[in-house]
């Protein structure tokens, strides 16, 4: 029936206008353009062009199957771009664990230039605590993590810096801390604390426990409900809090407890394993992109 060559004459020909200008970019001769148009004309029994002025124009016919043709010729450069990806050994199945306290909300645009740069790949998305995700890439559950820093990483792991992420600490604006005028730290300990740790319950080496009373979660929207709500105190991503700011529900403690204002660092980690292979090289600078803006 119809081949390969048969429908990139005849896409070619319509995009570029004419049959030598099809051959140019094809490579090819124009009556070896002209041949393959005519058996594509043979064996699906219509013309596809009216020739009789300079320039060939589509027949109803042709229009009709363009866009057919066109979507052939995609799946068909699909085929060929995944078949090229095993053949390299590439893995198209890409994991990222995020930590849901770094903002990422452009992360369609870098899953979009990969995918369209790899056509084959296949995504999934984790959540988790910065402590859990080490644990996922090390075990090679998840390709790539974006994380808070740590000072302990596993040996091998590769990473790379590409931004940070200011931290202040919050209280619900009807907890006693709200009306606080003391300037001395340890008041903070007198009340509880809510802190993130994983769900092997390991803290992160950012994350401190200051106070005797601690609740935990696992993920930072629970904490900022439980800060909202006013169970405790606690530390979070200013970025995620600006709804909550705004409407008052909670706010940041006094400026005399500063010292625990910080940029937490952020980190893409992948294992060696897979860190060398151009499509998670690129999937990292995309991420990069993102967080720094260039």
Known sequence: ????????????TVEQGSFSAAARTLNKVQSAISQHIINLEIDSGFPL?????????LTEEGKQLLPYAQATLQQHNRLKQSAEQ???????????????GIPLNRLSDAISQVSTRYPGVNF?????????IIELVESKRASTGLLFSEVDLPTGIDFESVGSIQFDVYVSSKHPLAQSTSDNLETLTLFRQLLIRSKTSKTSSFQKAYSPNVWYADN???????????????????HMVQPLLAS??????????KQLTWHANVDVIQHPAFSALPIHSMLRAEIRNLLTGS
């Open 1 to 12: 029936m119809f081949s390969i060559e048969q429908l990139q004459a005849f896409v070619a």
């Open 49 to 57: 062009f009216n020739r009789e002025g300079r320039y060939p124009v």
């Open 86 to 100: 095993i053949f390299k050994q590439e893995h198209t199945d890409l994991c990222i664990a995020i930590d849901e």
């Open 124 to 132: 999934e998305l984790l959540s988790a605590s910065s402590v859990d």
């Open 220 to 238: 930072y929207y629970i904490l900022m409900d439980l800060v909202a709500k006013g169970f405790g105190w606690g530390v979070l991503p200013s």
């Open 248 to 257: 008052g529900e909670i706010i940041r403690v006094p400026v005399k407890f």
